[in-house]
T-cell receptor, first 114, second 111 residues
Framework: ETGVTQSPTHLIKTRGQQVTLRCSSQ?????VSWYQQALGQGPQFIFQ???????GRGNFPPRFSGLQFPNYSSELNVNALELDDSALYLC?????????????FGEGSRLTVL | GEDVEQSLFLSVREGDSSVINCTYT??????LYWYKQEPGAGLQLLTY?????DMKQDQRLTVLLNKKDKHLSLRIADTQTGDSAIYFC???????????FGRGTSLIVHP
């Protein structure tokens, strides 16, 4: 069984640039959630994708956008990067048929914005 | 809105029991979770409890839920240095499919 994988693991961008982060779901999972984890904080929900549609969104501006592909992999795009976007971005996959909705996380992509 | 609170640090001696506490505000919570995050890694689900249960045991882990006080705890028996990590409490309410996480408790295990 393949776990959740994310790429890249680390990247550095400058203010105003755009970034795309990628995630491959665990096999058998059909739902992907993205979280932002700032240093010393808990994960903050960005959005969730199910059946290639956004299925819920946290308190993040529209410059945070995403995609889910037919194979359930996903992308997180952030436009017009700001310094405060520096964080660990976590992807989590889950299966919609599980009432507990257990999340399985990848190792994260650490973004630094200079 | 939902809020999940945890103390930030806990230090224990190897071999002792650790108890990590969490309080939450949403009375409609259905599932409550404990996740573990080791340095430089993502979160790993340790265990979860459904809201109609008071206790769940899984090997060295014991979860206690007090719904009246909206209090969740995780007890780790015979704590080892490998248990050093950040532990996150999370809750999911009946009206949401998205869990809300606390800020995490950093567990430090010393010899």
């Amino acid at each position: 069984e393949t776990g959740v994988t994310q790429s890249p693991t680390h990247l550095i961008k400058t203010r105003g640039q755009q970034v795309t982060l990628r995630c491959s779901s665990q096999s058998g999972h059909n739902t992907v959630s993205w979280y932002q984890q700032a240093l010393g904080q808990g994960p903050q929900f960005i959005f969730q994708y199910y059946r290639e549609e956004e299925n819920g969104r946290g308190n993040f501006p529209p410059r945070f956008s995403g995609l889910q592909f037919p194979n359930y992999s996903s992308e997180l795009n952030v436009n017009a990067l700001e310094l405060d976007d520096s964080a660990l971005y976590l992807c989590a996959s889950s299966f919609s048929g599980r009432p507990a909705g257990e999340l399985f996380f990848g190792e994260g992509s650490r973004l630094t914005v200079l | 809105g939902e809020d999940v609170e945890q103390s930030l640090f806990l230090s224990v001696r190897e071999g002792d029991s650790s108890v990590i506490n969490c309080t939450y505000t949403d009375s409609s919570s259905t599932y409550l979770y404990w996740y573990k995050q080791e340095p430089g890694a993502g979160l790993q689900l340790l265990t979860y409890i459904f809201s109609n249960m008071d206790m769940k045991q899984d090997q060295r882990l014991t979860v206690l839920l007090n719904k009246k006080d909206k209090h969740l705890s995780l007890r780790i028996a015979d704590t080892q240095t490998g248990d050093s990590a950040i532990y996150f409490c999370a809750e999911k309410s009946g009206g949401s499919y998205i869990p809300t996480f606390g800020r995490g408790t950093s567990l430090i295990v010393h010899p």
